[in-house]
């Protein structure tokens, strides 16, 4: 997996990388949240594990940005911060943070909070796949349907038409029987 990692720190960002790699996955570097937008915005990573405090732009409006943009796919994020406290979190959380891991960062909880960012990346890709096989099936079955509905129609058009012939030819017997009793 292509992972994103922002931080304004170079030991953070080199600890943060070398454990990724470790891991078989390709890192995508940014120093600062300007950075980090560009590069998203280039290759839209599924992945972005962000420092909160960095200049410019900052990891919550960076996450922020991501969530105005994500349209093609799904990214989980994981912010780093050393904040702490009910109303950073709550911040946080409506800003679309999916995950926290406190400043400095231990190896074991980064790992463990990359597999879940991974499990979960993995079930949203299989629900879209679901989605996009559920969306193609039911535009099979509207074209059935419409089908069906056209040969419904050519059918009552020309039942119609046979059954009228018939009865208008009876019709007008009977209207010349009665005109001859009369």
């Known amino acids: ?52 405090m960095m200049p410019g732009v900052d990891g919550l409006e ?30 946080a959380m409506d800003s679309g943070v999916d995950d926290f891991l406190g400043k400095p ?19 949203h890709q299989r629900l879209r796949l679901a989605n996009t096989d559920l969306e193609r099936r039911v535009e099979e079955r509207t074209a059935e349907l419409e089908k069906a509905l056209q040969v419904k129609r050519e059918f009552l058009s020309r039942a119609s038409h046979e059954l009228l012939t018939p009865m208008n030819h009876i019709l007008g017997f009977a209207q010349l029987l009665s005109l001859k009793k009369g």
């Open 105 to 123: 960062f231990e190896r074991d909880r980064l790992l463990a909070r990359v597999r879940v960012a991974m499990r979960i990346l993995d079930l």
């Open 62 to 91: 960076l996450c922020r940005r991501i969530r105005a943009e994500e349209e093609p796919g799904f990214a989980y994020i994981i912010l780093i911060t050393a904040r702490a406290g009910k109303a950073n979190y709550l911040d």
């Open 1 to 52: 997996m292509d992972i994103l990692v922002a931080d304004d720190d170079r030991t953070a960002r080199f600890l943060l990388r070398s454990t990724l790699i470790e891991l078989g996955h390709r890192v995508t570097e940014a120093t600062n949240g300007c950075e980090a937008w560009e590069a998203w915005k280039r290759e839209h990573h599924q992945l972005v594990i962000s420092d909160w």
